[in-house]
């Protein structure tokens, strides 16, 4: 079976695991403790199951016995406690160690104070007990992603270009800018996938895995946002995934103008996104109420902000703007998404906002967003977990925002996302979540836009595709390939 | 003739020299941060001081050129920041890629430019002549994104001649090798035509006619030996350019050569691959022109004396 992405992998080293697509190959030969299903349910991985005590600070792991990586070496107890330790070794300079920073003991490792952590321990062959700081509920979601993926304690050596691990593919080749080809993992522990090879392409031009999938060359294509109407003439299976996501506009609420709560409420109702999601995105998208996804929340949050310019101007004359704001927005020249940012600029013009456009590629965009310089830019975030806290403390939780994002900070909602993390998944927890989406669709600190869809063609010859929103969740374990007619 | 080209490389040390100079400056003139190309979208303020302090990029700007001179001076290009494997073995595993291409692309660019170019100059002003020109033309001005496109479109996709794009067989190198080479054959036949007609004025073309000489052999052995000089020119920095990569026709046809790895580089500031690449390409360039410059004295026996001095 042959896929395409657009850019190569980082390598195989899951503690740099910090991009989508390296996250999505480590997924595929690695496997970690816990894992996410297709219906974005924690399912037992290594661990065959787990629990938490009454504190929620104490996770106890049952280990399965029958792991072989891809060597034939059994993985044991201690390739899961080296491989933690490894991700928060000073030495190896992991950009991922806030996966495993909460566990007891973790920050004196990373400082040099201890030579090892004191919060996990080695109950016997086939437990491990891990112990946390204080109760953290998005801990064990947080072990099922790439960088927290156990490691063959005998390869580590090469994981920049060679992967060490058990999961369901292992890799053969990796021609760098070229392919990537995995055969199946016959003595895989789970029930091994069902197609012979997983290729993955590198192709960089979205016409070109285009003209790869049309002449079957690919076997399922992600079909890029521009080219919706072109394969709608084309009698080919077509999934629709609602992606876990968020596209958005950041402005910077630290200083003026967009301190300003009402010129934020006022950029939020001046914006048809109805209109752009149906004409420029050809409806591949979902009005956002809020920052959270509906899919990771108990009850419907109302629109807050429908299309109303004439309460925009009233909100602009309050504020004292009247016609003369003028602004910048930032943005990445590789988003693809220039027409869109063009559809909002006229929307603002029309209520008396004049925004221009400064587009630079994504490395100075980033660069200029984390040093707090955009007044506005356009960004999304994509969910690490399925979990309505990974759209709330990355984006709003003072701290994060003030140093990395659009320097938002407000104490009662850092105090209910904060509550949020150390309660169990129970109805408490998912009516906060409720309640500092509300807060934050209050706040404005954001223009929310939508969440976005991807729509997946496959070949006629290809059965039991079932992509998932959860990016580490597609494992390609199910899908057969019948000879093409 | 040794000490010939000796010179000539002894002459490329500056050359060089600059190319790092001026590679280095612009890398951190430009804005932007590698440090941001490798954290993700969740870090802590921890992690970036600790990263930027393991890759020297606080240090003064003197201190870390020097190091890098050093290094280079040692045969040490570096570690990828985003990868970290070594840049040197990141340009070995992709200059064969490149270089199949580029010869691939020259042996078209060749075959098609001399021809078309010999063929257009026999009947000058013919229906011929002009129909070559007319292409010729069409070869110089049309975009190499596009034409790549159009053949993927019509020979990959429409005909299904040839696959559409990738790596591996010749079947996949002939589509990006015509690509990049169209534009040099075009040029070619241009230049190989005006200079064949200026050659054909001359008076020993004259004379070998007069001797009874047939048409052909005038062609072939009096004039278009005289044409070689401009023709190697171009074939030699077109050649050095191939060499160094072709960003757009690697990226259309998926083709995994120094063109895509330089300009990945370049998006994430990886800054050591970006100046081994750039210092790769500018060697190139240099052992192009010190080749073509020894080709002058192999087909103009004039140049062999001057340089020799008598």
């Known amino acids: 079976m042959t896929i395409a992405y657009a850019a190569d992998i980082r390598g195989f080293d899951p503690a740099f695991a910090t991009d989508l697509r390296t996250g999505k190959i480590i997924s595929l030969v690695y496997d970690n403790l816990v894992r996410f299903d297709a219906d974005m349910n924690l399912a037992p991985a290594i661990a065959h199951n787990w629990s938490v005590n009454n504190t929620g600070r104490i996770y106890t792991f049952n280990i399965r016995n029958n792991v072989r990586f891809h060597d034939g070496t059994s993985l044991t107890i201690n390739d899961i406690t080296k491989s933690f330790h490894r991700i928060l070794d000073p030495k190896i300079s992991s950009p991922q160690t806030w996966l495993l920073e909460r566990i007891a003991g973790a920050k004196d490792f990373m400082t040099g104070k201890a030579d090892h952590v004191r919060g996990l321990q080695i109950a016997n062959d086939s437990s491990l007990v891990v112990e946390l700081d204080e109760a953290f509920a998005p801990f064990i979601q947080y072990l099922a992603m790439p960088a927290?993926?156990?490691?063959?304690?005998?390869?580590?050596?090469?994981?920049?270009?060679?992967?060490?691990?058990?999961?369901?593919?292992?890799?053969?080749?990796?021609?760098?800018?070229?392919?990537?080809?995995?055969?199946?993992?016959?003595?895989?522990?789970?029930?091994?996938?069902?197609?012979?090879?997983?290729?993955?392409?590198?192709?960089?031009?979205?016409?070109?895995?285009?003209?790869?999938?049309?002449?079957?060359?690919?076997?399922?294509?992600?079909?890029?946002?521009?080219?919706?109407?072109?394969?709608?003439?084309?009698?080919?299976?077509?999934?629709?995934?609602?992606?876990?996501?968020?596209?958005?506009?950041?402005?910077?609420?630290?200083?003026?103008?967009?301190?300003?709560?009402?010129?934020?409420?006022?950029?939020?109702?001046?914006?048809?996104?109805?209109?752009?999601?149906?004409?420029?995105?050809?409806?591949?998208?979902?009005?956002?109420?809020?920052?959270?996804?509906?899919?990771?929340?108990?009850?419907?949050?109302?629109?807050?902000?429908?299309?109303?310019?004439?309460?925009?101007?009233?909100?602009?004359?309050?504020?004292?703007?009247?016609?003369?704001?003028?602004?910048?927005?930032?943005?990445?020249?590789?988003?693809g998404m220039f027409h869109v940012l063009e559809a909002l600029q006229s929307d603002w013009a029309a209520v008396g906002i004049t925004v221009e456009i400064k587009r630079s590629d994504w490395n100075v965009f980033k660069t200029a967003v984390r040093e707090g310089k955009p007044d506005l830019y356009y960004l999304d975030w994509f969910a690490d977990y399925p979990d309505g806290e990974n759209?709330?403390?990355?984006?709003?939780?003072?701290?994060?925002?003030?140093?990395?994002?659009?320097?938002?900070?407000?104490?009662?909602?850092?105090?209910?996302?904060?509550?949020?993390?150390?309660?169990?998944?129970?109805?408490?927890?998912?009516?906060?979540?409720?309640?500092?989406?509300?807060?934050?669709?209050?706040?404005?600190?954001?223009?929310f836009l939508w969440h976005s869809k991807t729509i997946y063609l496959t070949q006629q010859w290809i059965k039991g595709f079932q992509p998932s929103p959860i990016f580490n969740a597609n494992r390609y374990m199910n899908i057969s390939k019948m000879a093409p007619e | 003739m040794i000490q010939y080209f000796l010179k000539r490389l002894l002459q490329a040390i500056p050359v060089l020299l600059?190319?790092?100079?001026?590679?280095?400056?612009?890398?951190?003139?430009?804005?932007?941060?590698?440090?941001?190309?490798?954290?993700?979208?969740?870090?802590?303020?921890?992690?970036?001081?600790?990263?930027?302090?393991?890759?020297?990029?606080?240090?003064?700007?003197?201190?870390?050129?020097?190091?890098?001179?050093?290094?280079?001076?040692?045969?040490?290009?570096?570690?990828?920041?985003?990868?970290?494997?070594?840049?040197?073995?990141?340009?070995?595993?992709?200059?064969?890629?490149?270089?199949?291409?580029?010869?691939?692309?020259?042996?078209?660019?060749?075959?098609?430019?001399?021809?078309?170019?010999?063929?257009?100059?026999?009947?000058?002003?013919?229906?011929?002549?002009?129909?070559?020109?007319?292409?010729?033309?069409?070869?110089i001005s049309a975009p190499v994104f596009w034409v790549g496109l159009i053949l993927v479109l019509v020979v990959g996709v429409m005909l299904q001649w040839l696959p559409p794009t990738g790596f591996g067989g010749i079947e996949y190198l002939i589509l990006p090798a015509l690509t990049l080479g169209l534009r040099s054959a075009a040029y070619l036949a241009r230049l190989t035509r005006a200079t064949m007609l200026e050659v054909l004025s001359h008076d020993y073309i004259r004379t070998a006619r007069s001797k009874g000489l047939p048409e052909w052999k005038v062609f072939i052995k009096h004039a278009f030996p005289n044409t070689l000089i401009p023709v190697i020119t171009i074939i030699g920095t077109d050649f050095g350019s191939y060499l160094s990569g072709a960003v757009l026709t690697e990226s259309i046809f998926g083709w995994p050569g120094i063109g895509r790895l330089a300009l990945e580089a370049i998006m994430k500031r990886d800054f050591p691959v970006i100046q081994g690449t750039v210092l790769f390409m500018a060697i190139m360039f240099v052992l192009m022109n010190v080749l073509v410059d020894l080709l002058y004295g192999v087909v103009d026996p004039r140049i062999r004396l001057e340089r020799s001095g008598k």
């Open chain 2, 18 to 139: 600059g190319v790092i100079i001026i590679t280095f400056v612009l890398m951190y003139i430009i804005p932007g941060d590698p440090v941001v190309s490798m954290v993700g979208e969740r870090y802590s303020e921890e992690t970036v001081q600790r990263l930027r302090q393991e890759l020297h990029l606080d240090d003064p700007l003197p201190l870390q050129f020097l190091r890098y001179v050093g290094n280079v001076l040692q045969g040490n290009f570096g570690n990828s920041f985003i990868t970290g494997e070594p840049v040197a073995a990141l340009i070995i595993e992709k200059f064969p890629n490149t270089m199949m291409l580029a010869i691939t692309a020259m042996f078209f660019a060749i075959l098609i430019g001399l021809t078309a170019g010999i063929m257009s100059s026999v009947h000058p002003g013919s229906f011929m002549d002009r129909g070559i020109m007319v292409l010729a033309l069409a070869g």
């Open chain 1, 391 to 447: 759209f709330l403390y990355p984006l709003f939780y003072s701290t994060e925002s003030m140093k990395n994002r659009n320097r938002f900070s407000d104490p009662d909602i850092d105090a209910i996302i904060i509550e949020i993390q150390g309660l169990p998944n129970n109805a408490k927890r998912q009516r906060l979540i409720a309640d500092a989406n509300k807060l934050i669709v209050d706040a404005a600190p954001w223009v």
């Open chain 1, 148 to 335: 927290a993926a156990i490691i063959n304690s005998n390869g580590i050596e090469s994981l920049s270009t060679v992967p060490a691990g058990s999961g369901p593919w292992r890799l053969e080749t990796w021609a760098r800018d070229g392919e990537l080809l995995f055969s199946r993992n016959k003595d895989y522990w789970d029930t091994p996938p069902i197609t012979d090879n997983l290729r993955i392409r590198i192709l960089s031009e979205v016409m070109t895995q285009s003209a790869e999938f049309e002449t079957g060359s690919l076997d399922i294509l992600e079909v890029p946002q521009g080219e919706i109407e072109y394969w709608r003439q084309y009698n080919y299976d077509q999934l629709e995934v609602e992606e876990l996501n968020i596209w958005y506009i950041g402005m910077n609420c630290s200083r003026p103008p967009f301190d300003d709560l009402r010129l934020r409420q006022a950029m939020n109702y001046s914006i048809d996104r109805e209109k752009i999601i149906h004409i420029l995105l050809n409806g591949s998208a979902a009005l956002a109420s809020g920052p959270v996804p509906p899919q990771l929340l108990s009850e419907v949050t109302e629109l807050r902000y429908e299309y109303n310019p004439s309460r925009a101007i009233q909100l602009l004359k309050e504020a004292g703007f009247g016609n003369s704001l003028q602004t910048e927005i930032y943005v990445a020249g590789g988003s």
